[in-house]
C-alpha cells in the first residue's frame, strides 16, 4: 500500500524543509554541495522558506486552487501624472515602460512578491495576475463562467484574463518559475 505524503508546514516541499533545517549558518554553496543539488536552487529554496510558502506556484490541492500573485495593475486616467505621483510622493522607481514607442504602462522596481503596474486604461479598479501551472486547462474551466477580458493568447505563457463581478480584472498565465 502507497503511503501517504506527510502535510509540512506553510506548504513546504520536504526539500524546502531539508535546506531550511541545514541553512542556520550554513551558506548556499555548502548545502548545495551537502544535498547534491546547485547554490541556485539552495538559493530559491531559502526564498520560498523565507516567505513562508507563498511563491508557490497555482495547483490544486484538496479541490482548491491554489495560486502566486505575481503582478498588480492600477489602471489609471493620465500615465504621465501617475508616474509622477508614485515616484515622488511614495517614492517608487519605474523598472520599464511598455510598449517603448507610445507607453500606456509602467511598471515598478520591486525587492520581491508581485510587481505593481499602473497603465493608462479606461475603468477603474485594478488587476491581478496569478501564476498556473496550466492556464489551458483553467481557461477550459472558465470561459463559460466568467466575464472575459482577454481570452486565452496563443503564447508559451498562455494569458487570459476574467473579471470579478466588481469589474476588477484578473489574469493568468502559465507559471515559468516552475
Known sequence: MRQRARELPAGLTERELEVL???CGESNQAIAEDLGISAKTVGHRVQHVALGGLHRPARRHHG????RLDHVRANVTDLRR????????LGFEVDSYWPPDQPNYAH???????????????????????????????????K??????EPLFDTPWGKFTI?????????????TQA
Open 82 to 89: 501617475a508616474i509622477d505621483w508614485y515616484t515622488t510622493v
Open 64 to 67: 482548491r486552487m491554489l495560486t
Open 108 to 142: 515598478f522596481r520591486s525587492e520581491g512578491g508581485a510587481t505593481f503596474a499602473v497603465m493608462e486604461a479606461e475603468g477603474r479598479g485594478a488587476r491581478f495576475n496569478f501564476s498556473v501551472d496550466d492556464p489551458d486547462a483553467l481557461w477550459e474551466r472558465l
Open 21 to 23: 533545517l541545514r541553512s
Open 144 to 149: 463559460d463562467k466568467a466575464n472575459v477580458v
Open 163 to 175: 473579471a470579478d463581478p466588481d469589474g476588477n480584472e484578473l489574469g493568468f498565465a502559465r507559471d
